[in-house]
């Protein structure tokens, strides 16, 4: 989880001057602590439960961390549009007239930008404008990724201590003796 909370905090601060290795370091940072995290809670997992339901365990695992990642997309993607609107709408309020068409145009359709077919129809000036812009909205959905790997991080350190399978057993209840 440190390893994933210090990839998005350098992720967080990525500008628009950002070099491929340096985007290729922080990624693979966070590669490495998202892996880091994921088997050994399967194995929490599947150790805590009866070999009976090992295999809805597993399953009811995978289904959580996919249903996680679907939301946390959506929430980064929401994050990202919001600071890309407000971004553009500061550009589009300071743009000489020369360029308030193209921005008028990207602010109404930021795919113009995304899709490599359109943005090549874009003016380098206007490209240039819009760098910082996307530049910021990006790093401020690692923002959010900040924050979540945070909490992760701090919910980590309330699981108790022992083994899963102890601790699963302990917490069962006790069966009821005699008549």
Known sequence: MIALAVAFVLMSVWNEMLSRGVAM??????????????????????????????????????????????????????????????ELSALLAGAPAGLKEGLRDVATHPDLIVNPLTRAQLSAELISQLRPAMAHAVGSVFVVGLVVAVAALLSALLVPPGQARELAVAQEPATPSGP
Do not use: E, N
């Open 25 to 86: 370091r922080d990624m693979a940072l966070a590669g490495v602590g998202m892996g880091l995290v994921f088997v050994p809670m399967l194995i929490a997992v599947q150790s805590a439960v009866p070999r009976a339901v090992l295999g809805s365990a597993t399953s009811i695992t995978g289904f959580f961390r996919f249903i996680g990642g679907a939301v946390g997309v959506a929430v980064m993607g929401s994050v990202m549009a919001q600071h890309l609107h407000h």
